[in-house]
């Protein structure tokens, strides 16, 4: 069976900030490149965080301002969604976000009726933003990092609580999730993204065998966030079976903001999309065959039973007169020793296959 195409995602995120044509701008950028889909955050400030939280140490790095202030300027305005949609419409590219509560969730898959809704990795144990998902029936992306394999087998069950319409319950999650109705509602919904939560997140840490032990537990989709430098990880992801890829695309990675450092600029995201399209070409359909572009080598490469010197007709094939090397079609090496002992039927000059 031939490798299916894998499915990118540009995450231009919070990297518009809060300017309309820098957004517009990652939709071109994203389509230019060649990803399937751009992906950008829809959420309310006072929402998401208390006014109490600290910053990360990677936004301290990029940011001024503190925890609040930040996110309100990189709300995605409700008008904003509609403009992005058109434009990744007249793009042919998807237009997607991520859902950080309630409301915003209610939004991307109410008016703007989106058919799939990402949830990040900071959602994986909000159990109500994962009830809510469930219910509004829509496919779900659902980025794991910070996560063990109980977690997510404890956001699948809200999940399917929520796929079900049962009433919410940690102890209905469990129950659900084990229905065969709740794992077929997941099986038919539901992707899963390994992550790690770091921005750079450092190679050492990445263990993208953990893709493995996800598709081998839930027998889901299995896909990469990837938050490390360069595209290397992103690629070797692909290699080994992540069927969505995830990456961070910026206009420009100098400019002031959380998320722009450990981002992409439109070139070189480009070059990622252009190294997974040749490495999903290159991972094939398994089947050990003669391929179509090596038929012609095979009479230049592949060796054969040859006169090792001048043979004459009636002459005996001996390990002094026959040998095996390059020199077109003729007796496989393996027949080398079933010629020894017989006479030749005709004469033949060094170097001319046995016939």
Same mark, same amino acid.
């Given at each position: 069976m031939k490798s299916q195409r894998v499915f990118i995602i540009a995450e231009a995120g919070v990297n518009h900030d809060g300017d309309l044509d820098k957004a517009l701008g990652l939709v071109d950028a994203a389509a230019d490149a060649g990803a399937d889909c751009v992906k950008f955050q829809t959420f309310e400030a006072s929402k998401l965080a208390t006014s109490l939280l600290q910053k990360a140490a990677y936004q301290k790095t990029e940011t001024l301002e503190n925890q609040q202030d930040m996110l309100r300027r990189l709300e995605l305005p409700r008008q904003w969604h509609h403009d992005l949609l058109k434009r990744s419409q007249?793009? $042919? &590219?998807?237009?997607?976000?991520s859902a950080f509560d309630i409301d915003s969730l209610s939004f991307l898959a109410r008016e703007m009726n989106l058919a799939t809704i990402k949830l990040g990795s900071g959602e994986l144990t909000n159990a109500p933003l994962l009830f809510a998902a469930g219910s509004a029936g829509k496919k779900i992306i659902l980025s794991t990092g910070m996560g063990t394999l109980a977690d997510v087998e404890h956001a699948l069950g809200a999940l399917a609580c929520g796929y079900l319409k049962q009433e919410p319950s940690a102890d209905k999650f469990y129950e659900v999730y084990g229905s065969e109705a709740g794992r077929s509602a997941i099986e038919k919904n539901v992707t899963l993204l390994h992550c790690v939560t770091e921005y750079p997140a450092p190679y050492d840490e990445i263990n993208l065998r953990s893709m493995d032990t996800l598709r081998n537990t839930f027998s889901l989709p299995v896909g990469y966030s990837d938050h490390s430098k360069g595209i290397a990880v992103a690629i070797a992801a692909v290699a080994r079976g992540a069927e969505m890829i995830e990456k961070h695309l910026t206009l420009n990675n100098t400019s002031p903001g959380p998320d722009h450092r450990s981002s992409l600029q439109p070139a070189e995201f480009k070059a990622m999309v252009q190294a997974i399209r040749h490495v999903e070409m290159a991972l094939g359909d398994g089947v050990k065959q003669i391929q179509p572009s090596e038929t012609k $080598? &095979?009479?230049?490469?592949?060796?054969?039973?040859?006169?090792?010197?001048? &043979?004459?007709?009636a002459e005996v094939f001996t390990s002094k007169n026959i040998v095996v090397l390059r020199g077109g079609y003729g007796p496989s090496p393996f027949d080398y020793w079933k010629l020894l002992g017989q006479r030749a039927t005709r004469s033949y000059k060094t170097g001319e296959p046995i016939t």
């Open positions: 007249d793009r $042919n &590219i998807i237009f997607l976000s $080598n &095979i009479a230049v490469v592949r060796k054969t039973v040859v006169a090792a010197s001048p &043979i004459n007709a």
